[in-house]
T-cell receptor
Framework: GAGVSQSPRYKVAKRGQDVALRCDPI?????LFWYQQALGQGPEFLTY????????KSGLPSDRFFAERPEGSVSTLKIQRTQQEDSAVYLC???????????FGAGSRLTVL | AQKVTQAQTEISVVEKEDVTLDCVYE???????LFWYKQPPSGELVFLIR??????QNEISGRYSWNFQKSTSSFNFTITASQVVDSAVYFC????????????FGSGTQLTVLP
């Protein structure tokens, strides 16, 4: 596609529910990133894929967070047993191989009640 | 690892004024990249500029200009003759030139341009 597409744009979950956030990167972008942006803060790195390989997951805050990109294209960020502190905007970004200019999607805003 | 500090949380100016957004970075890398992104109310981060650590030449693009000074570890962003459409949150970020591709962002500066 022309840009990075994320869905859903808005998600409200009750505490304890599992959620799945989808990212469709720009065609041909082998690198894919997930960031978490809390209200009033800058984005913080969660995890990075090169094709289907998850090369860095050092930013995932707990083992409740899991990301996958099984075919090297679409990626899903899953949060299990959501907590209120998980409320944030989750941004996906992609880039060409070897480049570090990231193209971001509009994000998925998660609110945990 | 990098650290990026944007000390200005909010700035408000009147249209046509010039405004400078400050960015100070810390890094142990000898080669690194610096970025500015704009985040309008729609939420999508829009890339504005990337600067390599070995290139201290200042850059101008229309009403935008960037001043990179390694001696003070600063990468400041100036908007000349600001417009209402410039209202957004602006983020400075730093990235490594190595295999790690993630960016470290500052906390952002909310710019409001009043008509």
């Amino acid at each position: 596609g022309a840009g990075v597409s994320q869905s859903p744009r808005y998600k409200v979950a009750k505490r304890g529910q599992d959620v799945a956030l989808r990212c469709d990167p720009i065609s041909g972008h082998v690198s894919l990133f997930w960031y978490q942006q809390a209200l009033g803060q800058g984005p913080e790195f969660l995890t990075y894929f090169q094709n289907e390989a998850q090369l860095d997951k050092s930013g995932l805050p707990s083992d409740r967070f899991f990301a996958e990109r099984p075919e090297g294209s679409v990626s899903t960020l899953k949060i299990q047993r959501t907590q209120q502190e998980d409320s944030a905007v989750y941004l996906c970004a992609s880039s060409l191989p070897g480049a570090n200019v990231l193209t971001f999607g509009a994000g998925s805003r998660l609110t945990v009640l | 690892a990098q650290k990026v500090t944007q000390a200005q949380t909010e700035i408000s100016v009147v249209e046509k004024e010039d405004v400078t957004l400050d960015c100070v970075y810390e890094t142990r890398d000898t080669t690194y990249y610096l970025f500015w992104y704009k985040q309008p109310p729609s939420g999508e981060l829009v890339f504005l500029i990337r600067r390599n650590s070995f290139d201290e030449q200042n850059e101008i693009s229309g009403r935008y200009s960037w001043n990179f000074q390694k001696s003070t570890s600063s990468f400041n962003f100036t908007i000349t003759a600001s417009q209402v459409v410039d209202s957004a949150v602006y983020f400075c970020a730093a990235g490594s030139s190595g295999s790690a591709r993630q960016l470290t962002f500052g906390s952002g500066t909310q710019l409001t341009v009043l008509p």
